[in-house]
Structures are given as structure tokens and as C-alpha cells.
């Protein structure tokens, strides 16, 4: 299921963000399809190993050690 949440940014930081998704002018990408690949090529962990991190952390910090 797709979530539509607006995001503010500038205009210039959108019209970069529609300049990228349209590169490739024979597979053109979705907005999210664009972002998650600029996420990849930056390293930015998936969202399931950011989210068990902060369960870990936040198990270690109210002292419970049955942590993932």
C-alpha cells in the first residue's frame, strides 16, 4: 500500500529530484523509486536494520536484555 505524505523541500531540491527520476529516458522511475536509489547509493540502511538497531539500543539503555 503506497502512503502519500508530502515532504517540504525547495523548489530547486524538486526540480533535482524530477531531473534525476527522468535520466534514464527509457526506464523513467517513480519518485520513491528515485529516492530509495539515491538512499542505495548513499549506504542509508534499510529500514528494518535502522529499526532493530534502535530496539537494540533502546533495550540496552532501559536494561533489558532480551534484545534483538
Known amino acids: 500500500m503506497m502512503c502519500n505524505k508530502t515532504v517540504p523541500v525547495k523548489d530547486e531540491t524538486k526540480e533535482r529530484l524530477l531531473l534525476y527520476k527522468?535520466?534514464?529516458f527509457r526506464n523513467t522511475m517513480t519518485y520513491d523509486e528515485?529516492?530509495?536509489?539515491?538512499l542505495d547509493e548513499a549506504a542509508v540502511p534499510a529500514f528494518d536494520e535502522i529499526d532493530d538497531?534502535?530496539?537494540?539500543?533502546?533495550?540496552?539503555?532501559?536494561?533489558n536484555s532480551a534484545a534483538p
Open 22 to 24: 527522468n535520466s534514464d
Open 34 to 38: 528515485a529516492l530509495n536509489k539515491l
Open 53 to 63: 538497531y534502535y530496539r537494540a539500543l533502546s533495550a540496552q539503555v532501559s536494561g
